[in-house]
C-alpha cells in the first residue's frame, strides 16, 4: 500500500491531540470586527475540538500529524 497524501490546507488548519481529537481554530474573527461585540470575540480567540463525525474525515485528511 502507497503513503497516503496529508491534505496540506487541512494540516495548517487542524492539529491531533495525544488523545485523538482533532483541534480547530473558531470561525467568523478574520473580519468585520467592528460590528462583533467584545465578549463574542474574546470567545472566538479561544479554540475548540472538531465534532465526531467531522473528526473522522479529518484524521483521514491528516493520517501522519
Request: with cysteine; net charge positive.
Amino acid at each position: 500500500m502507497p503513503k497516503i497524501k496529508t491534505h496540506r490546507g487541512a494540516a495548517k488548519r487542524f492539529k491531533l491531540t495525544k488523545s485523538g481529537k482533532i483541534k480547530r481554530g473558531r470561525a467568523f474573527k478574520s473580519h468585520i470586527l467592528t460590528k462583533k461585540d467584545t465578549k463574542r470575540k474574546r470567545r472566538l480567540r479561544t479554540g475548540t475540538y472538531c465534532s465526531v463525525p467531522n473528526a473522522k474525515v479529518m484524521k483521514k485528511l491528516i493520517p501522519y500529524k
